[in-house]
């Protein structure tokens, strides 16, 4: 992609997809019909990290708050993520994409529950990017999991030290390096409960377009503010 030649771009980059809702207010359209465009900005936004080579992609498909949604639109937006898992297998192999979920997937449907499982399984041994999709996720939760886990562990003995890099590997992302750069869509200046501890460090961008809108353009140009940002992780600059 001639766009990104020569900048330096993100090992993993986490999206807040917001703005369905509003979009679909604006042309006076049911909010689902935000959901369906918003869909295809799923699809793009995979496929460029595909053809840029960034290795992590993280989407906030569903929050642990989103379950108080109308029962109609949570059932839309399940329908859409079961037809998505369906329908994006062959593009998943095509493109060496493994497919995978944070959060409490125990809270889903066994139907889904099973695609998902399904998906994961069959997209383990791709290598060219991690698609991650937090479902049912809560940044607060996952803190929460990961001490009773720890709890659990150092009560069986199995655990002796707590590190930062001990507590890392309790969380759901444990094995995945931390987001290099967050976008949040439609200019709400709020982390929402995501990735609370991965993101000590990471690059904010919030931009003011609308989820459905959030195309190839778009993602080009939060790349490129990315590439110009001079990230010290808490450290003086020398010289
Ligand atoms: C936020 O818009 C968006 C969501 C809660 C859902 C995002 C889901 C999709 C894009 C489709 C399914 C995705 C996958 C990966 C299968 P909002 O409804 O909060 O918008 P608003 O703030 O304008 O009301």
């Known amino acids: 992609m001639q766009a990104t030649k020569n900048i330096k771009l993100p090992t993993h980059v986490a999206i807040i997809m ?75 192999m095509e493109k060496g994409i493994r497919f995978n979920i944070i959060g409490a997937i125990q809270d889903f449907p066994k139907r889904i529950r099973t695609l998902l499982y399904n998906t994961m399984a069959q997209t383990a041994k791709n290598k060219k990017l991690v698609l991650t999709i937090a479902l049912s996720y ?63 460090y990471t690059e904010l961008y919030i931009t003011d377009v609308l989820w459905p809108d959030f195309r190839k353009d778009a993602y080009l140009k939060a790349l490129k503010v990315f590439s110009t940002r001079e990230r010290r992780f808490g450290m003086v600059k020398e010289g």
């Open 18 to 92: 917001d703005g369905n809702g509003r979009w679909a207010r604006q042309r006076h359209l049911p909010r689902v019909e935000g959901h369906i465009r918003g869909m295809e900005s799923v699809r793009e936004i995979v496929t460029s990290s595909c053809e840029l080579r960034i290795p992590y992609l993280t989407l906030y498909a569903f929050s642990k708050e989103n379950w108080i949604r109308p029962k109609e639109e949570v059932k839309k937006l399940l329908e859409l993520l079961a037809h998505y898992l369906v329908q994006e297998i062959p593009l998943m």
């Open 138 to 200: 809560g940044g607060r939760q996952e803190i929460l999991n990961a001490v009773k886990q720890i709890a659990h562990d150092i009560r069986k003995g199995s655990l002796l030290r707590i590190t930062e890099k001990t507590f890392k590997k309790y969380l759901y992302t444990g094995d995945m390096p931390d987001p290099d750069l967050l976008i949040r869509t439609s200019g709400e200046m709020r982390i929402s409960n995501f990735l609370l501890w991965q993101i000590a």
